[in-house]
């Protein structure tokens, strides 16, 4: 089943543990991205690949590093987790050429 | 940077009505999408169209890129088409950018 999977699901954290969530595509897409949602401000993009070693700031890009060393993968990693990064977090995929995008099932993060 | 703007930003209807929804874009667009967010969070896709029109089922989709702007209808309504509506542009630069979205309520 083609799909795109993130974990976790849910966490919660506290101030300045650093953390990691993974994302995994099945469907060999080269166009990967994070995005967060935030209530009334719709789905803002954090950082994309456009392929391996790939990749580049979206429009939040402040405290969050990405890395895509692997085709399938693109980990979104917190350094120093703040409050105000708590949001609903999605990844998504999709080829190059075509751009239709598949979503993960989303990530809810709760730094306190 | 593009802006993509949505309307109505929330819709109450009967079950059974039909509706459209509008997305807006301040410049030419590479792609467009539309999602649907069912109240469980989940993001749906709906349609890839960066031009012309598409159906499935009943939804239907059309965007006139030369004047900017994307329609999503819905008709006959049901309790489940409830949620939030999403546009989705790419503006040529690789980047993704999501309008503000559209929250529908249906009624039983």
């Known amino acids: 089943e083609a799909q795109v999977t993130q974990n976790p699901r849910y966490l919660i954290t506290v101030t300045g543990k650093k953390l990691t969530v993974t994302c995994s595509q099945n469907m060999n897409h080269e166009y990967m991205s994070w995005y967060r949602q935030d209530p009334g401000l719709g789905l803002r993009q954090i950082y994309y690949s456009m392929n391996v070693e790939v990749t580049d700031k979206g429009d939040v890009p402040e405290g969050y590093k990405v890395s895509r060393k692997e085709k399938r993968n693109f980990p979104l990693i917190l350094e120093s987790p703040s409050p105000n990064q708590t949001s609903l977090y999605f990844c998504?995929?999709?080829?190059?050429?075509?751009?239709?995008?598949?979503f993960g099932p989303g990530t809810r993060l709760t730094v306190t | 940077g593009i802006q993509v703007e949505q309307s109505p930003p929330d819709l109450i209807l009967q079950e059974g009505a039909n509706s459209t929804l509008r997305c807006n874009f301040s410049d030419s667009v590479n792609n467009l999408q539309w999602f649907h967010q069912n109240p469980w969070g989940q993001l749906i896709n709906l349609f890839y169209i960066p031009s012309g029109t598409k159906q499935n089922g009943r939804l239907s989709a059309t965007t006139v890129a030369t004047e900017r702007y994307s329609l999503l209808y819905i008709s006959s309504s049901q309790t489940t088409d409830s949620g939030v509506y999403f546009c989705?542009?790419?503006?040529?630069?690789?980047?993704?950018?999501f309008g503000k979205g559209t929250r529908l309520h249906i009624l039983p």
């Open positions: 989705a542009v790419e503006p040529g630069d690789d980047k993704i950018i």
């Open positions: 998504a995929s999709s080829r190059r050429e075509i751009g239709e995008q598949y």
